[in-house]
């Protein structure tokens, strides 16, 4: 009976057996599709991607991370957070981004300008450490001083002719040279002038804002 029993039971376990250790294989394949798919992302991202662990270690970084921040940190795997920013103004954002889950600041390390953000990321049974992201913004900050510059030279540079406008049509009028229709033309030159000024009162206010 017990022979007969081994004979028909263990078929069966071998049978399972083979399935569950094809059904593992399975699984660990596409665990490492899973992660060659997931580590190519991150080496063809142009955007720098730096994770930071609940323990302020650094866990996973990309080399767009490495190529932005170049030589002037030195990052490494589980490498220590004083190794990716050193800067005080960095640090203190990293302290806010813990305390309220986000963050985002400017970085400043020649010849680039870089915006991080840093956003909770869940490390399963260890708590919140912080997902970074980096972006150049070197060209847009560069674009932006241009266009402050040129909004607030070209604000400066026509009030010169716009205040020797009004000079000129006030002295007319109150010369008492001038007829009837000159003075309401002048009049319309005074206003036109006052309407140029608001204007570039309101182009020299939105260039400081």
């Known amino acids: 009976l017990i022979l007969r029993h081994q004979q028909v039971v263990e078929p069966r376990n071998l049978e399972a057996l083979g399935e569950l250790e094809a059904e593992l294989q399975g699984l660990r394949k596409q665990l490492q599709r899973e992660d060659q798919l997931r580590g190519g992302i991150l080496r063809h991202l142009g955007e720098g991607v730096v994770l930071i662990g609940p323990d302020r270690r ?46 985002e600041w400017t970085l400043r ?66 010369g008492g040279q001038i007829h009837a229709e000159g003075i309401a033309n002048l009049k319309s030159i005074l206003r036109s002038v006052d309407r140029m000024t608001l204007l570039l009162d309101d182009i020299s206010e939105l260039s400081r804002i």
Do not use: C, M, W
């Open 58 to 103: 650094i866990r996973l970084f990309n080399p767009a991370a490495q190529e932005l921040l170049a030589s002037s940190s030195r990052l490494a795997q589980n490498g220590n957070l004083p190794d990716l920013f050193r800067e005080p103004e960095s640090l203190r954002q990293v302290d806010a981004a813990y305390e309220h889950g986000e963050a």
């Open 109 to 174: 390390r020649d010849p680039r300008v870089l915006r991080i953000r840093a956003l909770a990321f869940p490390f399963a049974g260890e708590g919140d450490g912080l997902l970074s992201t980096l972006d150049d913004i070197t060209r847009q900050e560069a674009l932006e001083t241009t266009r402050q510059k040129f909004i607030s030279n070209a604000s400066h540079e026509l009030r010169t002719p716009v205040t020797a406008l009004r000079i000129a049509a006030e002295n007319l009028l109150d």
